[in-house]
Each structure stands twice: as structure tokens, then as C-alpha cells.
């Protein structure tokens, strides 16, 4: 079963501003970027309060979640961000509780992987709850003249700076330009390739396995909503998805 993620924004610049939220409405993932000559987006995912006292697990991923802080530190704020010092110091013993609740894989009898080419109706988006807090992913530092920078919040690439050129290399030849291949945390090789009207991520070997496919807006449709939808396979890399993703849309858009 493929995950869909739907994205709003209010925003020219949607991919670089937008908030991502699943089928049931809930709110997964915020992507932020300040106005300004020198640019740096935030990706963030949220960490949701289970409506009996617990907090909810995130959608699987590479990343572990941090501890909910029961402290208010302010009764006008609903939403606060987890830093990743904060979120390494405990990141051991929450490994294991993390596993423990994602859910399990859909066989291939239960899916099909084939990318579709519809833009689903948007669902109604529920509001963030009392409290959510939001877990630092990464970060991208847009360059004109030198290389792009990524900041990782955890996983090899934790603490340290990595320039777009070293992260990603240069695939085959698409319609915008050379695909982009890099080596995800579970060290397998994976390649975005730029479309010619959205950007698709297979795995970069002779099985071509679709992981996610972008899905516009469809303009003739009014209850459609652009989407970035992920198939089984990579579902246990979703975090590593969206922040790719972000970059290598902004990239293949500005290509159009």
C-alpha cells in the first residue's frame, strides 16, 4: 500500500514552503524557508500527542523519534522543535521503541508498486492538535555561485555539512538534465530522476523499483492536491525522501 503525502502551501514557491500532511489529516512534515537574498529551508516532521496521554510514533523512517518534554514552556505556543542536540543524547534508548511500533510492510500481493498517474482528491487536513512537537531533520543552504549545502540531523552525515556536489552524483541523461544518484543510510544506491513534468525516485539497479513519485496539482480538477506519493519500498527511508526530494524538485522546476 503506497503512502501519500499531500502538501499545502500559500506560497509561490511551494515546494520550499509547504506543510505535508497524510490521508487522515494529520500533519507529517514542514518544509520552511525565510524570505531573503541568502535562503536556508527547514524541513522539520512532527511528533504528535496520542489523545490518551501517550505519544504517537511517526511514520517509519530513518530517524528515531525524540522524547515528548510533559513541560509547558509556553501556554501560548502549540509547536515547538525538537533540536538534534537534544534528540542524540537520547537517541539509544529510543531505537528500540521506534522499531517496536512501525508498522509492517505490505507484501508485493498486497500493493502494486506501479507509479499512477491521477491526482487524488485532497482530504480534509485536521489541525495540529494541543501539542506537537516538531523533530529537526535537515537543513538546505541554497547557493547561487558555489555549491548547495545540506545539514543532517542525524545518521552518517550527523553534525557536518555536506555540498550537493559530493552528496549526490550525476546519473544518466533525463529530460531535466543528468538524474541525480546517492546512497541512502541503508547503503543501497537510489536515483532521482528529473521528468519532464515531475521528479521520480527508483532504485538504482536493474530492478528499477519505484520508491516515489511527485503528482501535481491537476488544474482541471478542483479537489486535487499535489502529493509526493511512497511506494512499499521505500517506506523505511521516508524521511531521507522528503528532504531529497525537496532539494531535486526545487532543481528540476527551475529547469522547466
Not at 514552556?73 to 531505537?95: A, C, L, N
Not at 479537489?223 to 512499499?232: D, G, H, M, V, Y
Request: charged share 25%; aromatic share 10%; net charge neutral.
Amino acid at each position: 500500500m503506497s503512502v501519500k503525502l499531500y502538501m499545502t502551501s500559500t506560497t509561490i514557491e511551494p515546494i520550499k514552503d509547504s506543510t505535508y500532511f497524510d490521508e487522515q489529516g494529520h500533519t507529517v512534515y514542514k518544509v520552511h524557508t525565510p524570505f531573503g537574498f541568502s535562503r536556508t529551508t527547514t524541513i522539520t516532521k512532527a511528533i504528535h500527542d496520542d489523545p490518551d496521554g501517550g505519544t504517537a510514533a511517526p511514520a517509519p523512517n530513518i530517524l528515531p523519534a525524540p522524547d515528548t518534554d510533559d513541560a509547558a514552556d509556553d501556554s501560548s505556543s502549540e509547536e515547538e522543535v525538537t533540536s538534534p542536540i537534544s534528540q542524540s543524547s537520547s537517541k539509544r534508548g529510543r531505537s528500540a521503541s521506534a522499531d517496536a511500533k512501525s508498522p509492517r510492510s505490505p507484501s508485493p500481493e498486497e500493493e502494486s508498486t506501479s507509479p499512477s498517474t491521477s491526482s487524488p482528491p485532497m482530504p480534509r487536513r485536521l489541525s495540529s492538535g494541543t501539542r506537537t512537537n516538531f523533530m529537526y531533520l535537515a537543513q538546505i543552504e541554497w547557493r547561487k555561485f558555489k555549491s548547495t549545502k545540506f545539514r543532517f540531523a542525524t545518521g552518517r552525515y550527523s553534525g557536518t555539512e555536506v555540498q550537493v556536489k559530493d552528496f549526490f552524483k550525476k546519473g544518466a541523461w533525463g529530460n531535466r538534465g543528468h538524474n541525480r544518484v546517492f546512497t541512502g543510510e541503508d547503503g543501497r544506491e537510489y536515483k532521482w530522476v528529473l521528468a519532464r513534468h515531475r521528479s521520480e525516485l527508483y532504485s538504482n539497479d536493474d530492478s528499477n523499483t519505484p520508491l516515489a513519485i511527485y503528482h501535481k496539482k491537476n488544474p482541471f480538477k478542483k479537489e486535487s492536491a499535489r502529493n509526493l506519493e511512497i511506494f512499499p519500498a521505500g517506506q523505511h527511508m521516508i524521511d531521507e525522501i522528503v528532504v531529497t526530494f525537496t532539494y531535486i524538485e526545487v532543481m528540476r522546476k527551475a529547469r522547466e
